[in-house]
């Protein structure tokens, strides 16, 4: 009795392995997921005034949906920058304004569109970020600390001052909350590959279909 118990055990673990090897094989893919969104939404990815990182000409494109003051977008952003870094000049990344933290986010992003209008976007972006936790505490956001972090990385704060107020600027952080809307997007960050959703949503996703445009580019 006992001998067949083990028997009969062993071939339960057996079956239950070679399930999980089979659904390993035959499941689905990230990449293999991703399809291209729709017309209407392709056309809402990117706008003429875009912040963009990397080469205008790169064949593939990175849109992401970003807050400033959202802490998963500072925990993606250096993996972003080594996707960017491995694949050279085959990438680009687009950023579309997305403030979901309320005023202390549109205040970023009025600083940094500050700093895109004087050459600086992309120090001001990594100042932002990293010293995130000084001027957008959920608890006690301050973002009074903005200008002063932007100018440590290179913004004219007098000038700043007035390129916030900018109507145009009031104009992009509308453009983009219309977009973000239409988009549905409804959490930060929110990427897309060459109009490709990264869904599901991962490191692993996000450097596999990167990887596969990539290559489908032959870049």
């Known amino acids: 009795m006992v001998r067949r118990s083990l028997i009969l055990g062993a071939l339960a673990v057996a079956l239950a392995a070679f399930a999980a090897a089979t659904w390993s094989v035959t499941r689905p893919s990230p990449v293999a997921e991703a399809k291209p969104v729709n017309r209407e939404v392709a056309e809402r990815l990117v706008r003429f005034h875009s912040p963009v990182l ?47 933290h309320g005023a202390a986010s549109e205040q970023a992003i009025r600083v940094l569109e500050s700093a895109r209008m004087q050459g600086v976007f992309e120090p001001v972006l990594e100042a932002l970020l990293r010293e995130q936790q000084r001027w957008a505490s959920h608890a006690a956001p301050d973002p009074g600390q903005l200008l002063q972090i932007a100018a440590a990385a290179g913004l004219d704060a007098e000038a700043a001052r007035d390129e916030m107020l900018f109507p145009g600027t009031t104009g992009i952080i509308n453009q983009d909350r219309e977009d973000v809307e239409a988009v549905g997007v409804r959490a930060t960050p929110t990427f897309f590959v060459n109009g490709k959703r990264l869904d599901p949503f991962g490191e692993a996703e996000l450097r596999a279909l990167v990887g596969a445009e990539v290559e489908g580019a032959g870049a």
């Open 54 to 100: 990397g080469p205008q000409d790169a064949p593939v494109t990175i849109v992401e949906f970003l807050d400033p003051a959202c802490e998963a977008c500072r925990a993606y952003h250096p993996i972003v920058k080594d996707i960017m870094a491995r694949h050279g000049e085959a990438v680009r990344v687009v950023i579309r304004y997305t403030p979901f």
